[in-house]
């Protein structure tokens, strides 16, 4: 583990600034980077950049929201219950952490970040969809889907935007819908589950400042940049190699 010092701390601001920045574009938090970030800059997994990958994954997406909610790209009716389902299965998830190794955390979020960047990048091939699926349909496979990334997002620290996303996109939402949409969903279980980490007593608090004001200033450049000029393809090819690479270092560091 690295010597953790000032340089640690803004090195990590730095970062978080861009990740938050490409990630809001999607709705997505982040956390799926930060975590992977945080660990590589020698601070405690399960004690520090998995609570906190949720504290910042929570504050991108709310950020995002609030900006694609003026630009009223947001589905609260759809949306809602697969929020409520995340909220509830989050704190199981961060509670659950204690039980699982470390390594098999790694391989787990390494396996399921390569899933969401190989969807992304079939996505990014098709056109955009002409159609939603029916409210019915939307609320109850939003339930389920919206469920298990909660509990994802708390075991992990990554938001489960990158299960959320993909399903919104399958049931006929327009990629910038998808991504309001996304980050609206994705808020509730972040916050909840990194909650249910500060109630076992995981946080760093000068970690947390730096991040906090690194997350403010890109999730908002992000969601400006995707609501006004991001041209949809683009963004979901870029972010399906992202994520491909985030798997394969981490993949490399537990096998190389």
């Not at 509990?151 to 819908?177: D, H, Q, R, S, W």
């Amino acid at each position: 583990m690295m010597e953790l010092n000032l340089w640690s701390y803004l090195l990590a601001g730095g970062l978080i600034f861009i990740i938050s920045t490409l990630f809001s574009m999607l709705g997505l938090g982040g956390g799926m980077l930060y975590v992977p970030v945080f660990k590589w800059l020698g601070f405690p997994l399960k004690a520090v950049a998995i609570p906190l990958g949720l504290l910042l994954n929570g504050v991108t997406t709310l950020s995002a929201f609030l900006l694609y909610a003026r630009e009223g790209l947001v589905d609260y009716r759809g949306g809602l219950p697969a929020a409520i389902a995340g909220l509830i299965l989050a704190p199981v998830g961060a509670h659950m952490v204690q039980y699982v190794s470390q390594q098999i955390l790694i391989i787990l979020f390494a396996a399921i970040v390569s899933i969401a960047g190989i969807r992304t990048l079939i996505k990014s091939r098709q056109g955009e969809p002409t159609q939603k699926a029916s409210n019915h349909q939307r609320m109850v496979v939003g339930s389920i889907v919206g469920g298990g990334a909660g509990f994802i997002a708390g075991l992990l620290g990554i938001g489960g935007g990158f299960i959320v996303a993909p399903m919104l996109m399958e049931l006929g939402y327009p990629t910038k819908n998808a991504a309001a949409t996304t980050a609206f969903i994705v808020t509730f279980s972040s916050f909840s589950g990194f909650l249910g980490h500060v109630a076992e007593g995981r946080i760093d608090l000068t970690l947390a400042a730096v991040s906090l004001l690194a997350v403010v200033a890109g999730s908002q450049l992000g969601a400006w940049f995707m609501a006004k000029k991001a041209q949809p393809n683009w963004v979901k090819g870029f972010y399906g190699i992202l994520l491909i690479a985030v798997a394969v270092k981490l993949l490399f560091d537990i096998f190389g």
